[in-house]
């Protein structure tokens, strides 16, 4: 990663006050990049910004105004956002018949509106200028679908096909689309979501590696990044003999 120097880049990173984001935003400063830290924690938010270096602003993206809001001031604070870190997510276990219409309308806006908000915003000056990255944490439940989990999983298909429709509208004008799809990584999600892991395999992999993992394939250019790389099979799987794939998945779960 610091073979590649960012010095004069601007970086936003949501979901920073801890795991993924908080790693991504120390990777990027110590590449030199200027890091805009966000997210809804403001004391944990201000701890991994002293760490990095880095500007913390505090916002709840799951609402559609002060998204639009956390935009307008980092480009008015530094005139431009070379790489966006659409990171932030919230998470529900249990049956779609337990949520109730706020907590749907929460997953919705902070998994996919606010990163279609966000990248909207800084699309643009990227654009003019004919460079850019847009990186995107989306998850193997938004490929596969997962039991119980309906509205995340969702959400995450969804931020997944916008990424690459996204690529495909911008291909050839310098910008960079990347979507990490990690299965488990340990952050506290799960305690957020209210159900720990329950499986042994795949094991949760630490935060810093799942950060890493974004920023390189950001930087290096690639398309998609699969967390651990065995993914890939389960994945290719489903779009190929997903019959198959569906007897599998109702056997073993």
Not at 25 to 39: C, W
Not at 205 to 229: F, I, K, T, Y
Request: hydrophobic letters at 45%; a positive charge; charged letters at 20%.
């Amino acid at each position: 990663m610091n073979s590649r120097r960012l010095d004069g880049a601007v970086a936003l990173v949501t979901g920073a006050s801890s795991g993924i984001g908080a790693s991504a935003a120390r990777r990027l400063a110590d590449a030199g990049a200027r890091v805009f830290l966000s997210g809804r924690d403001a004391e944990r938010l201000a701890e991994a910004a002293g760490l990095s270096g880095g500007t913390a602003l505090p916002c709840d993206l799951t609402d559609p105004d002060r998204t639009a809001e956390l935009a307008a001031r980092v480009l008015d604070l530094a005139g431009r956002v070379d790489i966006l870190v659409n990171n932030a997510g919230q998470g529900w276990a249990g049956p779609i018949t337990g949520m109730t219409d706020a907590q749907i309308q929460a997953l919705v806006a902070a998994n996919l509106t606010a990163p279609m908000l966000l990248s909207r915003a800084v699309l643009p000056g990227m654009l003019s200028r004919g460079i850019g990255h847009l990186g995107f944490v989306g998850s193997i439940a938004g490929r596969l679908g997962v039991r119980e989990e309906a509205v995340y999983a969702g959400t995450k298909a969804g931020l997944s096909v916008f990424a690459d429709s996204l690529r495909k509208e911008v291909t050839g004008r310098g910008i960079v689309v990347t979507e990490l799809v990690p299965a488990v990584v340990d952050t506290p999600f799960f305690a957020r979501r209210g159900r720990p892991y329950p499986r042994r395999r795949p094991r949760p992999v630490p935060p810093d590696r799942a950060a890493a993992a974004l920023v390189s394939g950001m930087l290096s250019g690639r398309h998609e990044v699969c967390l651990p790389r065995w993914m890939y099979l389960p994945i290719a799987v489903r779009a190929t003999l997903p019959a198959t794939y569906r007897r599998l998945a109702d056997r073993f779960g």
